[in-house]
């Protein structure tokens, strides 16, 4: 499958539910960038930007990052150049404050909305295993999934 000009795509389920595998598999076909909070985090945290250190501040100290700052990293990744012909955007928006300047973020910088939201089926017995195996690295915001991690290799 080849690239779909302006395609804008929405994955959208609660946290913890794998979206990222079928996320990433759909950006690949359609060779659109995925965006995540995740990702834009460790990207900031890795370029010790003047973002990623609000972040850290907020990570030292065990408190949920505000909207702000999580809308501000999206918003530096939809504005690259790479989603300018569309993206497949993961995890993002989760509050309604997030929610609400997406939608503005889209008015303003692509002038339309979303043209596909895709909410997976999910096992929330199978969520609830999952979730309560995962740990962050307190450094790098790496997840990992004690279930699933190679029992040799050790937790950052």
Known sequence: MGTSTQLRI???AAPGTCKEQPASLLASRLSLPKISPGNALRVNLRD??????QAKAFMACGDLMPDELIIAMVREQLAL???????????????VPQAHA???MLAAEFHAGLDLVLRPAVDYEQVLRQQSGRRTC???????CLRRRH???PLR
């Open 10 to 12: 929405l994955m959208i």
């Open 48 to 53: 010790r930007t003047d973002l990623g250190q």
């Open 138 to 144: 307190s450094r790098s915001a790496a997840l990992a």
């Open 81 to 95: 150049d790479r989603a300018r012909e569309g993206f497949v955007l993961d995890g993002f928006p989760r509050t």
């Open 102 to 104: 997406f939608d503005q």
């Open 151 to 153: 029992p040799g290799r």
